[in-house]
């Protein structure tokens, strides 16, 4: 298991409401496709916002973190499939 990588690029679908939806991130110079979001919730530090998404590509399970606040995503674990 990979822990915490800090500013990676993450390509989103915004929908009614505010909400977004992951659809690939960028890791080790590979562009990975989300498959399946299988789990989403929200996070409050201090005044700090996160969104945390539980997403699949083609063998790997990834959280992915999105900071409300300054607007910068982060990867936060890797667990192979």
Do not use: C
């Not at 590509?57 to 674990?77: C, K, M, S």
């Amino acid at each position: 298991m990979q822990e915490r990588i800090e500013g990676i690029r993450v390509g989103v679908i915004h929908g009614p409401g505010g909400k977004i939806r992951p659809v690939w991130f960028d890791l080790n110079r590979r562009q990975h496709r989300v498959h399946q979001v299988t789990n989403s919730w929200r996070e409050r530090r201090g005044e700090t916002t996160l969104i945390h998404f539980h997403v699949t590509d083609e063998g790997a399970l990834y959280e992915l973190v999105y900071n409300l606040t300054e607007g910068g995503w982060q990867l936060e674990r890797i667990e192979a499939l």
